[in-house]
T-cell receptor, first 111, second 114 residues
Framework: DAKTTQPNSMESNEEEPVHLPCNHS???????IHWYRQLPSQGPEYVIH???SNVNNRMASLAIAEDRKSSTLILHRATLRDAAVYYC????????????FGTGTRLTVIP | DGGITQSPKYLFRKEGQNVTLSCEQN?????MYWYRQDPGQGLRLIYY???????QKGDIAEGYSVSREKKESFPLTVTSAQKNPTAFYLC?????????????FGSGTQLSVL
């Protein structure tokens, strides 16, 4: 399994932008980068995914380094609802059955 | 509303008992998955199904069984052979088993041993 490295925890003030980093130095050319988040006692929620180009949706932005060895999930204005564990995951051509959910980054949002 | 439904939310198992966790989706997705999550840990894949009437073992299939007789349903049975079944179980689905598809998760079932 291609693995990712994320900080165990991060803090952000409410209404400020948050940049969640992810390193994936062993990524292959066809691996997609996925981000999910999970609130306590709930199932994970899809946030965003991409292959090479930066991606934007209503929840977040995904910035992918030119060499694809790292990426950053950007929450433009953190709210209390954004406090969760964020997982950065690589998905290879075998499909979603080969996703590896590590321990992620626990984001705390300070009011 | 389209989505994925897991039941029950909480389940208790006695020693030597088999229990079945339900997972239903009305998203018309081909692929379905079962994960196990232990406290403070990430998710681990138990079984997955890419299409109806077919399924494959994941990383930790021992002590579990599944069936996929209908497209919308993917029940998981925790057998008595699973010696440490206490965990949070999550079911997910995707349109197809592809790296460019997103997963939709249910709200989970917490299984505990009496």
């Amino acid at each position: 399994d291609a693995k990712t490295t994320q900080p165990n925890s991060m803090e952000s003030n409410e209404e400020e932008p948050v940049h969640l980093p992810c390193n994936h130095s062993t990524i292959s050319g066809t691996d997609y980068i996925h981000w999910y988040r999970q609130l306590p006692s709930q199932g994970p929620e899809y946030v965003i995914h991409g292959l090479t180009s930066n991606v934007n949706n209503r929840m977040a932005s995904l910035a992918i380094a030119e060499d694809r060895k790292s990426s950053t999930l950007i929450l433009h204005r953190a709210t209390l609802r954004d406090a969760a564990v964020y997982y950065c995951i690589l998905c290879d051509q075998t499909g979603a059955n080969n996703l590896f959910f590590g321990t992620g980054t626990r984001l705390t949002v300070i009011p | 509303d389209g989505g994925i439904t897991q039941s029950p939310k909480y389940l208790f198992r006695k020693e030597g008992q088999n229990v079945t966790l339900s997972c239903e989706q009305n998203l018309n997705h081909d692929a379905m998955y079962w994960y196990r999550q232990d406290p403070g840990q990430g998710l681990r894949l138990i079984y997955y199904s890419q299409i109806v009437n077919d399924f494959q073992k994941g990383d930790i299939a021992e002590g579990y069984s599944v069936s996929r007789e209908k497209k919308e349903s993917f029940p998981l049975t925790v057998t008595s052979a699973q010696k440490n079944p206490t965990a949070f179980y999550l079911c997910a689905s995707s349109r197809k088993d592809s790296p460019n598809e997103k997963l939709f998760f249910g709200s989970g079932t917490q299984l505990s041993v009496l």
